[in-house]
T-cell receptor
Framework: EAGVAQSPRYKIIEKRQSVAFWCNPI?????LYWYQQILGQGPKLLIQ????????DSQLPKDRFSAERLKGVDSTLKIQPAKLEDSAVYLC?????????????FGSGTRLTVV | GESVGLHLPTLSVQEGDNSIINCAYS??????FIWYKQESGKGPQFIID?????DKRQGQRVTVLLNKTVKHLSLQIAATQPGDSAVYFC???????????FGRGTSLIVHP
């Protein structure tokens, strides 16, 4: 079974620039999550999709972050404009509907550095 | 021994020793707990889970202990191997939620 695919692996941008991350979940997984992991901390949920609908985006800084999952499969997360404090690893995870944690699979993430 | 590093608490052990990683969780309403392993450059990987109606669960070389009285969780790794070197996170789920809330993490370093 292929895992959760993310790209790019690394990105360096200047503050106030824009950036987008892409995620392809495991085939058949209805639920997709974006997490932000700042160095030295655990991942923090940004947004959860169920198919192509948003379930929870309460932790997403909506003034600069946006995410979409138009066809219920791939998803993109965008930051515009980026700030220095956005430097982090952005992780995508997917799961089947209502799984235990053992069915929750993370991608390897995109490491963003804002300079 | 165990120490607090610049970013993460760190546990250093010798290969073959048993490791114990501790975690204090925050929410008394949490009823499901998970341990994840995160290797450098990778996402967190599920290790073992435990529900709040249990106080111990064993897997292959790993055991999770839950003490709800003091809101404490531990992960025991038997016969630790260099491949166990990683950051370990505990996570908690509130009742009815499938979304884990992650704790801070502990870096485990295994010396050959």
């Amino acid at each position: 079974e292929a895992g959760v695919a993310q790209s790019p692996r690394y990105k360096i941008i200047e503050k106030r620039q824009s950036v987008a991350f892409w995620c392809n979940p495991i085939s058949g997984h209805a639920t997709l999550y974006w997490y932000q992991q700042i160095l030295g901390q655990g991942p923090k949920l940004l947004i959860q999709f169920q198919n192509n609908g948003v379930v929870d985006d309460s932790q997403l800084p909506k003034d600069r972050f946006s995410a979409e999952r138009l066809k219920g499969v791939d998803s993109t997360l965008k930051i515009q404009p980026a700030k220095l404090e956005d430097s982090a690893v952005y992780l995508c995870a997917s799961s089947q509907m209502g799984p235990p944690a053992s069915g929750y699979t993370f991608g390897s993430g995109t490491r963003l550095t804002v300079v | 021994g165990e120490s607090v590093g610049l970013h993460l608490p760190t546990l250093s052990v010798q290969e073959g020793d048993n490791s114990i990683i501790n975690c204090a969780y925050s929410n008394s309403a949490s009823d499901y707990f998970i341990w994840y392993k995160q290797e450098s450059g990778k996402g967190p990987q599920f290790i073992i889970d435990i529900r709040s109606n249990m106080d111990k669960r064993q897997g292959q070389r790993v055991t999770v202990l839950l003490n709800k009285t003091v809101k404490h969780l531990s992960l025991q790794i038997a016969a630790t191997q260099p491949g166990d070197s990683a950051v370990y996170f505990c996570a908690e789920n509130m009742s009815g939620s499938y979304i884990p809330t992650f704790g801070r993490g502990t870096s485990l370093i295994v010396h050959p």
